[in-house]
């Protein structure tokens, strides 16, 4: 099975939103921090700008670039939840995406609320729904992630640390 490395957030340069203003900027009060392109108020609560390169032509949000919005507010709330630095990254084991509605072309941002269903040695399982503005739901997703060691490129057992910060970080099952 092939794993995918999730995007480095502290190197990624900021891009163009939906709107295709080449100057803009993530919103941010001052609370807020920014992580890439996205705006950070609460790691399990993370807003992504969507950008012009989302849209597809039928005039919303390609369903490949869910994935990416996804991978980045997942990433930011990975490392806050097991306190991993730059130098130990997360990777995707497994994921499955419900598309629920469709994100038109203007919507500024989504907002994705993150968090774990489950904790094992090495891997963890993560639940991750992401809203438009207006509070619709546009996806869910759960994913089977793992922690990689950058260096030797193999995946990490779950330190007593990182699994405490994981199980506090739990959530439940919502009901289907």
Do not use: C
Not at 78 to 91: A, D, F, K, L, M
């Amino acid at each position: 099975m092939g794993l995918m490395t999730s995007t480095d957030l502290t190197s990624r340069a900021q891009e163009p939103t939906a709107t295709n203003d080449t100057n803009a900027t993530p919103q941010t009060t001052p609370e807020a921090t920014t992580a890439g392109s996205a705006t950070v108020q609460d790691p399990s609560r993370v807003t992504v700008p969507l950008r012009w390169r989302d849209l597809d032509a039928q005039g919303h949000v390609y369903n490949g670039a869910y994935l990416t919005l996804f991978d980045e507010a997942r990433s930011v709330y990975i490392r806050h939840v097991t306190g991993t630095g730059p130098e130990v990254g997360s990777v995707v084991a497994r994921i499955e995406i419900d598309y629920v509605s469709e994100i038109a072309a203007g919507v500024p941002a989504v907002t994705i609320e993150s968090g774990i269903l489950a904790v094992g040695n090495k891997s963890f399982r993560t639940l991750e729904t992401m809203y438009t503005p207006d509070g619709t739901v546009a996806a869910r997703v759960q994913a089977v992630m793992l922690l990689w060691d950058k260096e030797a490129r193999v995946a990490l057992p779950l330190t007593d640390a990182q699994r405490a910060g994981l199980e506090a970080a739990r959530v439940e099952q919502p009901n289907a």
